[in-house]
């Protein structure tokens, strides 16, 4: 069966940086959209970056300039996160998507806080 499992998160001080990953099994990699979302407390899930199978990437505007979104082809997608702030505290999860199909991850905890 698919597997997405992330690693990378953490807890990180306001400022800092993390890189998550998200390394993908049984699965065609190459025609998946992947995504980054995260969900904080209290909060619907919400789409954080993506990247279509081209490499066209999209983010949300609350992490432009910030987060970076990138893919290679040994089944992992990537996500930096620079100048966090205390309002990235979310469980992140790794979806791929393609169609109707799609797969998540069990997510991974990242904690922004001095």
């Known amino acids: 069966q698919v597997q997405l499992v992330e690693s990378g998160g953490g807890l990180v001080q306001p400022g800092g940086s993390l890189r998550l990953s998200c390394a993908a099994s049984r699965i065609i990699f190459s025609i998946y959209t992947m995504n980054w979302y995260r969900q904080a407390p209290g909060n619907q899930r919400e789409l954080v970056a993506a990247i279509t199978s081209g490499g066209v990437t999209n983010y949300a505007d609350s992490v432009k300039d910030r987060f970076t979104i990138s893919r290679d082809n040994a089944k992992t997608v990537y996500l930096q996160m620079n100048s966090l702030k205390p309002e990235d505290t979310a469980v992140y999860y790794c979806?791929?998507?393609?169609?109707?199909?799609?797969?998540w991850g069990q997510g991974t905890q990242v904690t922004v806080s001095s």
């Open positions: 979806n791929a998507q393609v169609g109707l199909l799609g797969y």
